[in-house]
């Protein structure tokens, strides 16, 4: 999450530093996850270089911790991602995300306890994983690609889709006046997302500000270097939707426009 965010400022993950705070510190516990931190930072490039360990006994319950952590990156002011380039016409390119990532798990906490399910027993939407493993599959980290998107040109925004969704986090990135025409029936809805929609009973504009929806980051691009991109992205291992376009915005409408949400998601 934290290098997702430095990404789309054009900035350059370099180092990570983390806070794991416990009750008494098991060393297998902190061990497993000290190695996927690890493994996100190796991902995205940058370097591990310290933390804190907090051992405060009467704070935190037997088999429970705290953790969390920032990300600090470097870019040129030159080189700043502001969104001020983009106009209408350009297009939205969309990569896949991993599934819920790291937002909106207050409401699928809720959607699940009032389903009655345990996580341990298999997702419903996923045969032969349990519903824990299913909704916790790790956050994608977007920096490689994004960067090689950066180096070749055309790249005029990133919105990195996390809390907020789809509603909140595309206008960010776009100067006022303007708004994102997104059309849903472009990528296919992932199973979590259609069972979170059903069995929660929640409404198409609910789901797409509580969750990505399948969407994780969007890229801002010039029409004539939309397909060159794309294909860039493509071969940096993303999976890449064309999903829209930038629209001016008028007045008093909405600066994201879904559109085809009553065809392609569950009603």
């Known amino acids: 999450m934290c290098v997702n965010d430095l990404i789309v400022q054009g900035a350059e993950p370099l180092f990570f530093l983390d806070y794991f705070a416990t009750g008494r510190l098991e060393a297998a516990v902190a061990e497993?996850?000290?190695?996927?931190?690890?493994?996100?930072?190796?991902?995205?490039?940058?370097?591990?270089?310290?933390?804190?360990?907090?051992?405060?006994?009467?704070?935190?319950?037997?088999g429970e911790y705290d953790l969390a952590g920032f990300a600090v990156g470097a870019v040129e002011r030159r080189d700043l991602l502001t969104g001020a380039e983009i106009a209408p016409g350009d297009l939205l390119l969309g990569f896949a995300s991993n599934g819920v990532h790291s937002n909106g798990f207050s409401l699928v906490?809720?959607?699940?306890?009032?389903?009655?399910?345990?996580?341990?027993?298999?997702?419903?939407?996923?045969?032969?994983?349990?519903?824990?493993?299913?909704?916790?599959?790790?956050?994608?980290?977007?920096?490689r690609s994004c960067l090689e998107g950066l180096r070749a040109g055309g790249l005029k925004g990133l919105s990195h889709i996390t809390g907020g969704g789809l509603i909140?986090?595309?206008?960010?990135v776009l100067p006022a006046g303007m708004a994102a025409s997104i059309d849903v029936a472009c990528w296919p809805l992932p199973p979590v997302f259609g069972w979170l929609a059903q069995t929660g009973e929640l409404p198409a504009s609910e789901l797409a500000r509580s969750f990505n929806c399948g969407i994780g980051m969007i890229a801002v691009v010039s029409p004539e270097r939309s397909a060159a991109l794309s294909e860039l992205f493509t071969a940096s291992g993303e999976t890449v939707y064309a999903i829209g376009e930038v629209i001016a915005q008028a007045e008093g409408e909405p600066a994201v426009r879904l559109e085809r949400t009553e065809a392609a998601w569950p009603g």
């Open 109 to 143: 906490r809720k959607i699940v306890e009032d389903a009655g399910l345990d996580y341990d027993a298999p997702a419903p939407f996923e045969p032969g994983r349990s519903l824990a493993e299913s909704l916790l599959d790790p956050t994608r980290i977007y920096v």
């Open 168 to 172: 909140d986090n595309p206008p960010r």
């Open 32 to 62: 497993q996850v000290v190695g996927s931190i690890a493994e996100g930072c190796r991902q995205a490039g940058c370097a591990l270089i310290g933390g804190e360990t907090a051992e405060m006994p009467g704070m935190y319950p037997t």
